[in-house]
């Protein structure tokens, strides 16, 4: 126990900490600048000097250590003195602008000039001048107003790790400058705007339109964007939202952001938004009023159930949608459609492969806390590029290496090249041999486990070529040794799976090896989620097979259960997948096809194919916030509220359920809300009052939402399953189909990009993220680009059996030399549109790696 | 980038160090001495050399004075003015640089034979005033001296 | 007395390693390693060695610390930085001496348990360094640095890792993150290098002329090192005088020799017979001396009873031809460019101060000019991160000081009384 007295006041402390820290836990409070709990010690800006017995100087209290008996005073007349001293010296080349500054009210240099007052015209000298940097799209720098605390360059290299920006110069010539000097270029996180004290870098959004004080309701929710689920505080005026922050002290992403959780929530106030119902009449989308809608939808879907039958309907779920959303759009599909033809594009690969991995290691096997990442030892990263997928997990990748820890990557992953990543890049078509000879490795220097005997009898008869792997992989021999020895040494390694390994050929053997290497060595399973809610709409039972909860629908005891809750005769037989849905519609047998907050034509691969499946409905419905293509071919679409205009819950990666709350108003209907119209008017009446009534209903039909309720989920934990019942165990059974890739070497086959800074067809409706990656591009090695004599902005024709594109390509060295990476957001210029696919037939998720490509450069 | 040759330089340099990041200032001495000036060709090829994000290699350089942030003359001259080449009449040389070659201080001569730096000390107090010209002490200086030196470089 | 650590340097070929083992060279090293560690830094304890980089440190109490730390590995830097202007002391050992400092570090890095050293040589000596490595490469030959040095399996490796125009490198934390390829910007302390420095193990940082030491203290003992020079930091000390003398140059002599005799004997006086007007004693940063304050002797005990500070050795003479507004303003110029930005008032302050001398300097100074340059000096001294500040601060309040009617007239003339 160390005791110190600070202001006379007498503090017990458990262990040393500084005396900046032992002050504040006594409520006795520093002024500080260059300090931030988020970044190290920095002891700069000199304003946080106290007075220490026996110590002949000053002492800054950010960076001392307290010991036994120290006796300090932070608050005296000659500490005043000093204070305003240092703050002369800041004020003495600042603009003084603060009538015009976004961060006055908020500015820590102001509310210290105000506390310890000012020191009046001494400075007689020119100020320093330097125009405001207006280059960037996003962020606004104004190094007159830099305090060069460093704050901002700390958070870019020390937590965001993107050391994107720098101090450039040293001395009084010191100043904050990305790399080009101009444009940030960088991950836009804006979390440096967030640790800037003063208004010396700050977002371009909203700028000049609001005042700190002005920002009358702030709203703690969750961002719409990926699984990962951060908290953010929406902050509106005029029910216009004019800042998305983050929160220090939330346990997702404490403080931090990404760019799309950051600066991509300007669809909500987009100008496209639906505002009225639209309806078909010859032929064309014409505005409606909602009772006509509504009316329309039901009598049309009867009809359909009446002449061909419940199974001529089907209903695709939204992972952008609240679980309350998907919990009512399965219950309206199976209760009053009568179908468990329900799925979403969850099934594009995270459903099959939760589902595959759960089979192995049992329910909730995926769902570990992100933040545990940082304190393992090591992490095993393969699929994607966990840095761009879900941003604030891959920072916690990028805190293990700074910590100590190693990254062992199968491929490169860009966002982790400066973090020494231990690097395995089989060449195209061997991952799986890979895979394999990593395995029988590890069997051989850990040996088996003994604890799995299932998965181990799978392992007898591997087929591994180890000594072969360099040449068939195309890696050196003694990388592969010591990406062997890191991963057998690490005692809490983590393995983070992306999508592309899921939809590889081969995909669920793939899944089964790195789950056998995750066996072996003792470690935790991260699947990636692209989605906001993509977890909570396979929990609320949005699935063929699935009621809420997981309960398999073929289980008449299960069915028995929910048959009661729901008070109605339930369906016994799995529904449609979404793909069979496509294939389905195509062949006549589907004739209605219900989407909610989800845009098939796009989001699904085999645009063409999609969009004849849907053209060949008799009655297609699409409830989303935009008139998205699928929108375009609907013949009923509704507008529906956004997620920052409704309350419900989101469940994210890690299966943690949190509150979403509406932070603007918007004339409208909830998705749910809209569902229970069109259910009542089907004869099922459903007449919730809002969003945790439904939450009060899932919590008692689903066994893993047991006991829960909103008040429980705002005070903290509410991770998945909640006080339900146990988790089911592993199956005695693993199917395995073992296929391999038909990829030739030689050959250019495409890639999905899953961009930093877009997510799905969401973020293009974001212009701070459109202007930040304004187009698709095609990105190809720099040996592609030379054998094709292809240079950065060339435009080319990429042509595959399905469809042909034009757009430029980009050279950029952390491509394969087989791939052309192509991501999947931009209108008419989708990877998706360019790609067949075949189901793997274990994880019924699509393999996307065959498609083969040819670029060809357009004259222009 | 680098040619192949300075690649292997800074691979030798980086083995002695026990972290690549170490290497970081030879690294860019080299990147200076290959492309003449910092350019962000230079700073891209260091960033990719030893896996130093780019703008912590540019932030890195700027710190330092050394290092030249735009395209230099053919030989660069280096002339001390701290206090003891102060007193012993050094600014003279520096008026005597600017009309006799156009060269002012941190500029490039128009003929792009000079650039001229003006230094802190460069520990040639005792026989002052003195400059480095390229890698060359000359001290003692008197502008004399100076044109008698100047012309051994071309 | 004989030199010691500028021995033998007019032969042109004193780098050679041949040449200096013929001078009586690498004599130290053998002994030194038939001796326990804890023997040498006995030995150097005994011998009362203090830094020769400014703050005169005791070595052995540093060495103590770092070879009792247990991390592994331990490095030895050596400070070549020599940036503190006037200094000139280093550079004769590095170009002219080099064997002397190798020898020196090996011993050294025997004696700390160290196995690698790197010589931080400023970037201002591109000729230093040519010298060094050749050297270091002779010593590879000969075995005196290597895997098994003396064939005593004594490991020890030298680099010369060049700065790039940093004064604030000098400063050891500073010049460690330099080292480890980042911006020189001192570190806090604790923790201190010697348990926390280079690539985050302990280190121990010495000055060139310190290192320079050792070979002759081992080879004498270090009883006998202690006789030489003042009694309470002993040893030959290279002083380097700059400015008006007839005779300006570096001096091995002992350490405590009055700054009077060195100008006045060493240096053969006053250029041309002028007078005195003041002498910085110690390199810039150390506290300029009125004509009548310099019967004092230079060394790290005597010197602060005198009103200054020994510093690096480094004596600048001004006669009656200099203003000294104008050198005040020129020493801010150079702690303003020097200042690494990392706290306030130095960052800050520094650049205030030399605008306000120069408005002095070029006549255009107002009442109240000086009491507003110790008002801010007052603010900077104390309240900055490293010495550096503090060395800035103090330069404008002793040359105001001792001098103040010559910054009055400036003011109230308009114009230097010096220099019309
Ligand atoms: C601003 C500043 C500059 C310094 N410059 C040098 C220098 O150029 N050379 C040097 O040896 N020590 C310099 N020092 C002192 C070093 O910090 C350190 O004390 C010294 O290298 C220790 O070696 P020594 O104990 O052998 O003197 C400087 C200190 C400060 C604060
Ligand atoms: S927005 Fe993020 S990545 Fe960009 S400079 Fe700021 S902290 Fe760095
Ligand atoms: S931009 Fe802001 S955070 Fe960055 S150094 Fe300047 S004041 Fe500090
Ligand atoms: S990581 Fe995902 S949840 Fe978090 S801010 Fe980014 S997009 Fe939103
Ligand atoms: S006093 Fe502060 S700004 Fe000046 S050199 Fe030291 S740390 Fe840098
Ligand atoms: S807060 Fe302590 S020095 Fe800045």
């Known amino acids: 126990m160390i005791t110190v007295t600070i202001n006379g006041k007498e503090i017990k402390l458990e262990k040393a900490v500084t005396v900046l820290e032992a002050a504040r836990s006594a409520g006795i409070k520093i002024p500080t600048l260059c300090w931030h709990e988020q970044l190290e010690k920095y002891g700069g800006c000199r304003l946080c000097l106290v007075e220490v017995e026996k110590m002949p100087r000053l002492q800054t209290a950010c960076t001392l250590m307290v010991a036994d008996g120290m006796i300090i005073r932070t608050e005296t007349d000659t500490i005043a003195e000093v204070r305003r001293g240092v703050l002369e010296f800041l004020l003495i080349n600042h603009p003084l602008d603060c009538p015009y500054c976004d961060k006055a009210g908020e500015c820590e240099l102001q509310d210290l000039v105000e506390k310890y007052g000012l020191t009046k015209g001494r400075f007689r000298e020119q100020k320093r001048k330097v125009p405001e940097a207006l280059e960037d799209p996003v962020l606004v720098r104004n190094m007159e107003r830099c305090i060069v605390c460093t ?47 003063v208004g010396a870098i700050m977002s371009r959004l909203h700028r000049h339109s609001y005042r700190p004080w002005q920002l009358g309701s702030e709203t703690k929710t969750v961002c719409p964007y990926c699984g990962v689920g951060c908290t953010v505080v929406v902050q509106v005026r005029d029910d216009i939202i004019k800042r998305v922050v983050p929160k220090l002290g939330t346990v997702v992403n404490n403080g931090l952001l990404c760019s799309r959780g950051r600066f991509g929530y300007e669809f909500v106030g987009n100008k496209e938004r639906l505002t009225t119902p639209l309806i078909r009449k010859n032929g064309l989308l014409e505005p409606s009023t909602w009772e006509e809608a509504i009316r329309l939808i039901a009598s049309r879907l009867s009809e359909i159930k009446d002449k061909h039958g419940s199974n001529a309907i089907a209903g695709i779920a939204s992972p952008r949608c609240t679980n309350e959303d998907n919990y009512v759009f399965q219950k309206f599909m199976r209760v009053a459609v009568g179908t468990n033809n329900i799925d979403s594009t969850a099934r594009t690969g995270f459903a099959g492969a939760q589902g595959f991995i759960e089979n192995i290691f049992g329910q909730g096997a995926t769902g570990n806390i992100i933040s545990g990442l940082a304190n393992s030892d090591a992490v095993f990263v393969i699929g994607g590029d966990p840095t761009t997928i879900n941003p604030i997990l891959g920072l916690q990748i990028r805190a293990c290496s700074r910590r100590g820890g190693n990254i062992l990557t199968v491929g490169h992953m860009k966002g982790l090249r400066y973090y020494t990543p231990l690097e395995l890049r089989p060449s195209v078509n061997t991952e799986i041999a890979l895979l394999e000879g990593i395995v029988s490795a590890l069997m051989k220097k850990k040996g088996p486990p003994g604890s799995h005997p299932v998965l181990e009898a799978r392992l007898k008869d591997l ?40 939809q590889s050929k081969g995909g669920s053997y793939g899944l ?45 005891e299960f069915r028995k259960r929910y048959e009661n809750a729901w008070k109605t005769g339930l369906p016994d037989k799995p529904g449609l997948t979404i793909f069979e849905m496509m294939e389905a519609a195509k062949a006549g047998a589907l004739k209605c096809i219900y989407v909610m907050g989800e845009n098939p034509v796009f989001n699904l691969p085999h645009t063409k194919d999609v969009e004849a499946g849907l053209k060949n409905l008799s009655f297609l419905v699409v409830q989303d916030i935009f008139l998205t293509e699928t929108a375009k071919m609907a013949d009923v679409v509704l507008p529906a509220l956004s997620w920052a205009e409704k309350d419900g819950t989101f469940t994210n990666m890690e299966r943690r359920i949190q509150l979403v709350k509406k932070a603007v108003h918007r004339e409208g209907m909830e998705d749910w809300k809209i569902l229970s119209e069109i259910s009542s008017n089907m004869g099922v009446r459903m007449n919730y009052s809002d969003a945790e009534e439904i939450f009060g209903e899932i919590c008692r039909v689903s066994p893993l939402h047991r006991d829960l309720n909103y008040e429980e989920i705002e005070k903290g934990d509410a991770i998945y399953p909640y006080k339900g019942e146990p988790l089911r165990g592993s199956t005695d059974e693993i199917h395995i189909e073992k296929s391999a890739g038909r990829e030739e070497r030689g050959k250019l086959y495409l890639r999905v990009e899953r961009p930093l800074f877009h997510s799905g067809t969401l973020s293009r409706k974001a212009p701070a993220l459109v202007n930040i990656c304004p187009e698709a591009v095609a990105r190809i090695s720099p040996a592609t680009a030379a054998a094709l004599s292809l240079k950065d902005g060339d435009i080319v024709r990429a042509s595959s059996k399905t469809g042909a594109l034009e757009l430029p390509v980009a050279v950029d060295e952390a491509i394969d030399d087989s791939a052309v990476m192509l991501s999947n957001n931009f209108q008419g210029k989708g990877a998706f549109s360019l790609m067949e696919y075949e189901i793997d037939p274990v994880t019924k998720a699509p393999c996307l790696d065959s498609n083969q490509i040819i670029l060809e450069k357009v004259n222009r | 980038m680098f040619r192949e040759t300075a690649i292997k330089e800074i691979e030798a340099i980086r083995e002695q160090y026990p972290t690549a990041r170490a290497a970081l200032l030879p690294a860019i001495y080299v990147a200076q001495r290959e492309f003449g000036w910092l350019s962000p060709e230079a700073y891209e090829s260091v960033s990719s050399v030893l896996g130093v994000p780019r703008a912590t290699v540019r932030g890195v350089a700027t710190f330092y004075a050394m290092y030249k942030h735009r395209p230099m003359g053919r030989h660069l001259v280096q002339l001390c003015t701290n206090v003891s080449c102060m007193i012993l009449g050094a600014e003279k040389l520096v008026d005597f640089l600017k009309n006799r070659y156009g060269l002012e201080a941190g500029g490039m001569s128009s003929d792009g034979r000079f650039s001229l730096v003006i230094m802190e000390c460069i520990g040639a107090c005792g026989t002052a005033p003195a400059m480095l010209v390229n890698n060359d002490f000359y001290e003692n200086l008197t502008e004399k001296y100076i044109e008698e030196i100047l012309e051994k470089y071309r | 007395m004989e030199r010691v650590l500028l021995k033998n340097i007019e032969n042109p070929e004193s780098a050679d390693i041949n040449e200096y083992k013929k001078a009586g060279g690498y004599k130290g090293l053998p002994k030194a390693l038939g001796m326990q560690p804890r023997e040498i830094i006995d030995e150097v304890k005994k011998a009362g060695l203090r830094g020769r980089g400014g703050a005169g440190f005791p070595v052995a109490m540093k060495w103590t610390f770092a070879s009792a730390d247990p991390k592994f590995p331990k490095y030895l830097l050596c400070n070549a930085d020599e940036g503190e202007p006037g200094t000139f002391k280093d550079r004769p050992i590095l170009e002219k001496n080099p064997h002397i400092l190798i020898e020196g570090m090996a011993i050294s890095g025997y004696a700390l348990g160290a196995e690698y050293g790197y010589v931080y040589l400023r970037g201002e000596y591109p000729g230093a360094k040519d010298v060094l490595n050749r050297a270091i490469a002779q010593a590879y030959e000969q075995g005196f640095l290597g895997d098994n040095i003396g064939g005593k399996g004594v490991r020890f490796h030298l680099a010369v890792h060049q700065g790039a125009g940093a004064y604030i490198c000098g400063e050891e934390t500073a010049l460690i993150e330099s080292l480890e390829g980042d911006k020189g910007q001192p570190r806090i302390k604790p923790p201190f290098p010697v348990n926390v420095g280079v690539f985050s193990k302990p280190t121990v940082v010495n000055n060139v002329e310190t290192l320079s030491n050792l070979p002759y203290l081992i080879e004498i003992g270090g009883e006998a090192y202690s006789k030489i020079g003042s009694p309470d930091c002993p040893g030959p000390k290279i002083y380097c005088v700059s400015g008006h003398v007839e005779r300006p140059g570096v001096y091995e002599l002992p350490m405590g020799t009055s700054l009077k005799d060195i100008i006045y004997d060493h240096c053969g006086g006053m250029k041309a017979g002028r007078k005195l007007k003041a002498v910085i004693p110690g390199g810039i940063s150390t506290p300029v001396l009125p004509p009548d304050k310099i019967d004092c002797p230079m060394d790290f005990v005597n010197m602060p009873k005198h009103g200054s500070m020994l510093g690096s050795g480094a004596v600048i003479v001004m006669d009656e031809s200099v203003c000294l507004v104008k050198v005040c303003f020129r020493a801010l110029k150079f702690f303003e460019h020097e200042s690494c930005g990392k706290c306030t ?54 040359f105001i000081k001792h001098f103040r009617p010559e910054f009055e007239e400036h003011i109230r003339a308009g114009k230097c009384m010096v220099n019309g």
């Open chain 1, 151 to 197: 704050r901002c360059v700390r958070m870019c290299e020390g937590v965001q790790g993107a050391s994107a920006i720098s101090v450039i110069n040293r001395g009084g010539h010191s100043h904050i400058e990305p790399f080009s000097g101009g444009r940030f270029d960088c991950e836009y996180c804006g979390n440096c705007v967030s640790v800037c004290p």
């Open chain 1, 512 to 556: 089964f090896l790195v789950s056998a290497i995750n066996y072996i060595v003792n470690g935790r399973i991260y699947l990636l989620s692209e989605r906001a809610n993509e977890q909570g709409l396979l929990d609320m039972g949005c699935a063929p097979d699935l009621f809420p909860g997981y309960r398999p629908i073929t289980y008449p």
């Open chain 1, 463 to 502: 087929n591994a070529q180890e000594a072969d792997l360099p040449r068939i992989c195309g890696i050196q021999g003694k990388d592969f040794s010591r990406f062997i020895d890191t991963l057998a040494e690490a005692a809490t390694p983590s393995f983070v799976i992306g999508k592309d390994m899921i």
């Open chain 3, 345 to 398: 008032p130095c960052r800050e302050g520094t650049g205030w101060l030399r605008k306000i001398l120069g408005r002095i300097e070029h006549g255009e100074g107002v009442d109240g000019d000086i009491e507003l340059l110790l008002s801010v000096a007052g603010n900077i001294l104390g309240k900055t991160f490293c010495p550096l500040g503090d060395g800035a601060a103090s330069v404008v309040q002793n």
